[in-house]
DNA sequence: TAGCACAACTTGTCTGACAACCTGACGTCT
DNA sequence: AGACGTCAGGTTGTCAGACAAGTTGTGCTA
């Protein structure tokens, strides 16, 4: 059992996200009225400005609808169907795994079918995130672009699109990452542990070698999965 | 002449819809920072308070993201599309190639997880579907709750998840797909000409064998893809 | 030039205050 | 009894101010 992501988030999301679960366990029924601000303030120890950005972000998401002088009201549960939300609620090792396993393959298909176009934004995504190294921020955003094109050379809009919308929901999990990867002191022997093997993915996808580009794709991954589960 | 309860809406919902306008209209560009908060109150004639509420609505919205100390950008223009609405709007072969992609791996992922009752479930998929030949309809459950038995065995509840989302979205078309063998008379000669590979792919399951898996999977699934290609 | 210290800026959070609004209770009138 | 109006209490909407916490760029130092 793991819960939400361990980032170390400002109160406003740790809110949010409490609520949400609490919506989604049924704790009000859509149609229901939450407490008072001020109330959920003094339950969740926080002020009432802060209780108040939280609804607003549910609201924003649309899952409650507050009526001023009335109270705010549940609108909807989380729909199952949400990808997005269900990937929040899972576990990251469980998130990430399904993700490299999608990447594994999309790199197989783009080493059957990747273009020129394909081959020089890989290599572009390359030197971005070697070009992004020591801000992290801008690194996991590189790093994010660059798994992304290898997807994108698969040809396959379905793929990109899924493949997107584990990567936006992983983004704060990613941060973490390198957070503990920092912690342990992992980092400090060479920056980008991963330089070589994305090189050698693009050099497979390059080519056109599925079986390699599918190998080393899975091998990188799997690092930082390991990572992730300790 | 009247026009109908013209509610006031309040001060937040109008500046959340004036900037998520402007996010639209590209005033700031994915990755772009947006103001500060002071600014933008200034801007918008409105309260600091305010504008930080707007701003948790696009944020629960998925379209902006704010880091402490740096400032708000923008990381979508757009809210993520539903993912069953994104795969209905797709194509036929798109959707089928991204579910089996993932359901090779999840052959893999499951030769090593796989308990008793995994393997005992999946021979009662198989003789489930033996069981349904000749009825279209419930030969295409039994064999949708086949795969799903071969994904569940890898123990991944955002896998399992997520490949239940493609089979339900995918029903119809597999219907279709009976229909287009029927044309070809393909079923003629064998009326399951899938049996000894799905065996197969339990066995390869049952054997621990992740890399055979994986393998007669992906011919098994290559054969109704082709089909569905033409 | 490389590294460090610091100031300026930005978001995060809390408090207090008042305005705008809704709801239900209560009393009055028909 | 039923319809209606009034009102008090609770609730959200908005603002201002203050301080904490984090980031970034600048300029100085070694």
């Given at each position: 059992m793991t819960f939400g992501p361990l980032r170390r988030s400002p109160l406003v999301g740790q809110a949010a996200e409490r609520l949400r679960d609490q919506?989604?366990?049924?704790r009000w029924p859509v149609g229901a009225k939450l407490p008072g601000e001020v109330?959920?303030?003094?339950?969740?120890?926080?002020?009432?400005?802060t209780v108040r950005e939280a609804i607003r972000a549910l609201a924003g998401a649309g899952l409650v609808e507050s009526r001023q002088g009335a109270g705010v009201f549940v609108i909807a549960t989380e729909p199952v169907e949400d990808l997005p939300a269900r990937l929040r609620r899972a576990s990251a090792a469980e998130v990430y795994e399904v993700r490299n396993l999608i990447e594994v393959r999309a790199a197989m298909l783009a080493a059957e079918r990747r273009t020129d176009e394909d081959?020089?934004?890989?290599d572009a995504g390359l030197a971005a995130r070697a070009a992004a190294l020591g801000d992290d921020a801008a690194y996991?955003?590189?790093d994010i672009a660059f798994h992304a094109s290898i997807v994108a050379a698969a040809h396959n809009e379905?793929?990109?699109?899924l493949f997107a919308?584990?990567?936006?929901t992983m983004r704060p999990s990613l941060l973490d990452l390198l957070a503990v990867m920092d912690e342990k002191n992992l980092r400090t022997a060479s920056p980008d542990p991963g330089a070589d093997a994305h090189a050698a993915?693009?050099?497979a996808i390059r080519a056109g070698d599925a079986e390699r580009a599918g190998?080393?794709?899975e091998a990188e991954l799997a690092v930082s999965l390991g990572i992730l589960r300790e």
């Open positions: 919506i989604a366990a049924g109330a959920l303030g003094k339950e969740l120890g926080i002020g009432r400005s081959l020089a934004a890989l996991i955003d590189a379905v793929l990109t699109d919308v584990f990567q936006v993915m693009v050099a190998r080393v794709t």
